[in-house]
C-alpha cells in the first residue's frame, strides 16, 4: 500500500476553478493506478477520473468530461486534478485512492478495486 494526502480543497463560487493534489509516500509511486473519487452529502462516492501508471489511459465520468484534467507527475509522487467550471452539484469529499495493477488491466474506475485512500479534502461551491 501506499501513504496519500490530498489539498487544494476549499469554498469556490460557481464557474470558478479548484486543483486538487494528491502527495503519495511509502512505495513507487509510479508502479500505481491513481483515481480521485468523490462523496456528496447523502451519496455514495463515485469515481470521477482515474489515470494509468504511466499517463497513457485515463477515464472521466460523464459529468466531468471537458471541465476536469488528471494528471500525474511520477517524479514528484503527486496525482493532480484541475477542476474548471465547478458547479454546486460537484460539493462533496474528494479522494485520492491508488492500487497496484494487474498485469492486463491499465486502469480501475471502481471503489472496491483500490486499496490505498487519502483521507479526503472538502470541496464546496457556492451560487
Known amino acids: 500500500q501506499v501513504q496519500l494526502v490530498e489539498s487544494g480543497g476549499g469554498l469556490v463560487q460557481a464557474g470558478g476553478s479548484l486543483r486538487l493534489s494528491c502527495a503519495a509516500s511509502?512505495?513507487?509511486?509510479?508502479?500505481?493506478?491513481m483515481c480521485w473519487f468523490r462523496q456528496a452529502p447523502g451519496k455514495e462516492r463515485v469515481s470521477v477520473a482515474a489515470i494509468s501508471r504511466s499517463g497513457g489511459w485515463i477515464y472521466y465520468a460523464d459529468s466531468v468530461k471537458g471541465r476536469f484534467t488528471i494528471s500525474r507527475d511520477n517524479a514528484k509522487n503527486t496525482v493532480s486534478m484541475q477542476k474548471n467550471s465547478l458547479q454546486p452539484d460537484a460539493t462533496a469529499v474528494y479522494y485520492c485512492?491508488?492500487?497496484?495493477?494487474?498485469?492486463?488491466?491499465?486502469?480501475?474506475?471502481?471503489?472496491?478495486?483500490?486499496?490505498?485512500w487519502g483521507q479526503g479534502t472538502q470541496v464546496t461551491v457556492s451560487l
Open positions: 485512492a491508488a492500487r497496484a495493477p494487474d498485469i492486463s488491466i491499465p486502469i480501475y474506475t471502481r471503489e472496491n478495486e483500490y486499496d490505498s
Open positions: 511509502g512505495r513507487t509511486f509510479s508502479s500505481f493506478v
